[in-house]
């Protein structure tokens, strides 16, 4: 999971947290069909963000995201409805649920790019709870939106809330690109069969769970490279960088259609190489191409000293 996974999930809880307490608050002030209706507003929506972001997480593993995305849900379901009543803790643990699974499933069935627009929707929505707390009529009779007073404190918080949840979400979505801690690589200096000669490293970059195992990678200048794409996910990944001037690439299995240009592509459970000899020294960017994947994270740096 990478840093906008765990930037939703807390932002969930934080927002939980914050619709428990006005809730709270709230509580003698709506009747029992409200309480019920916040109760479903709040999960279902909650529910939906959570399993998307699973489900397109933890693409070909449906029955693991599904599970936890209805556990999820439905825990925020029974916390919200647990305020209030009986019924509404029966609600909002089967809304949870059910949105959980709906929205792992959907996950599962849609490229990166749609669930970060998905998640940004229901998040809005979740987020949105809020603001039925200032619709909804009082239970003495008085609408409270006659009242501008009253009216002015939810939607002060609300309108605080959406803007650092929605800021938040984009600077997160943004942090992705500038990826986090990196894993040295455990490079092997090995003699190829067809060029004994000279030495040939062979560096393996691992794919799972929609990550790249290794992110950071150290070559020398004009030492020819093994590269290997060992794909453990249940989907095709891919490697993709531009690296000026290098020499003799050769692959079973390249696509590049620019010069300078390697691409090396292996799908779900399939190892790929690309063999190569970097000549020029700098930092290069390498990505995954399939829609949505670099998004979510699939960026590495290829350095050459
Ligand atoms: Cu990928």
């Known amino acids: 999971m990478g840093f906008y996974q765990i930037f939703i999930l ?5 927002l939980t947290i914050c619709v428990l307490m006005i809730s709270r608050y709230e509580k003698n002030k709506v009747n029992l069909m409200q309480c019920m209706m916040i109760t479903m507003f709040f999960s279902m929506n909650t529910g939906l963000t959570v399993g998307i ?18 556990l999820i849900g439905s825990v925020v379901g029974l916390l919200i409805g647990m305020n209030y009543s009986l019924l509404s803790v029966l609600e909002g643990t089967m809304t949870g649920l059910m949105s959980g699974m709906m929205g792992a499933m959907l996950g599962e069935m849609i490229n990166g790019n749609q669930s970060m627009y998905l998640v940004r ?6 987020i949105s709870t809020i603001f039925l707390f200032v619709i909804l009529p009082r239970k ?3 609408e409270y939106l006659q009242s501008k007073v009253a009216i002015l404190k939810p939607l002060l918080i609300g309108l605080f809330i959406s803007v650092y ?4 979400v984009t600077f997160a979505e943004k942090q992705v690109k500038a990826k986090e801690p990196l894993i040295h690589n455990n490079h092997t200096q ?3 069969e067809n060029n004994p000669s000279v030495d040939t490293k062979n560096i393996t970059i691992q794919t799972f769970n929609m990550e790249y195992k290794q992110t950071e990678i150290v070559l020398e200048k004009d030492q020819p490279v ?12 891919d490697i993709e960088v531009i690296l000026p001037n290098i020499n003799e690439v ?6 590049s259609s620019k010069a300078n240009m390697i691409h090396l592509h292996a799908n779900s459970k399939e190892t790929q190489s690309v063999r190569f000899i970097p000549t020029t020294a700098g930092s290069y960017e390498f990505v995954c191409t399939v829609p949505g994947h670099k998004e979510l994270g699939m960026v590495g740096k290829i350095i050459v000293k």
């Not at 050769?250 to 696509?255: A, E, K, T």
């Open 226 to 237: 093994n590269l290997i794409l060992n794909n453990q996910d249940n989907i095709e990944h």
């Open 250 to 255: 050769q692959s079973d299995h390249d696509h």
């Open 190 to 192: 090995t003699k190829t």
């Open 53 to 70: 972001l699973l489900g397109t997480t933890f693409q070909g593993e449906l029955f693991f995201s599904t599970v936890l995305a209805c």
């Open 121 to 126: 929707i229901f998040l809005f929505l979740s």
């Open 165 to 168: 949840f929605m800021g938040g």
């Open 140 to 142: 003495n009779g008085t």
């Open 10 to 14: 807390v932002s969930l809880a934080v």
